[in-house]
């Protein structure tokens, strides 16, 4: 279900919405001094643009990933609020 509501989430945010997470996130990485994170980070950066992602991905992870698109095409969404909340609680 996580995967659902992290898919609707991000697919329906406004260009404002998506500033603010980048600032968020900026910030966010301004504090990190967990090595592993910023690791993990560079990692990802220096993957962009390599190849196309969907590749990468396993059978499985496919699956989820399409899992999540029936759901939006379904109706199956969750507010920001409702998705925010999930995640505090997890």
């Keep these: 279900m996580f995967h659902a509501l ?3 989430y991000f697919i329906y945010m406004t260009t404002a919405e998506i500033n603010q997470k980048k600032r968020e996130l900026i910030d966010w990485i301004n504090r990190l001094s967990d090595e592993t994170v910023i690791e993990l980070l560079e990692g990802l950066k220096s993957s962009e643009g390599q190849s196309d992602w969907w590749d990468t991905l396993s059978v499985k992870q496919k699956q989820r990933l399409q899992a999540g698109l029936d759901d939006i095409e379904n109706g199956h969404l969750v507010s920001s609020a409702a ?7 997890a």
């Excluded at 998705?83 to 609680?89: E, M």
């Design 83 to 89: 998705f925010w909340k999930a995640i505090k609680n």
């Design 6 to 8: 992290y898919l609707n």
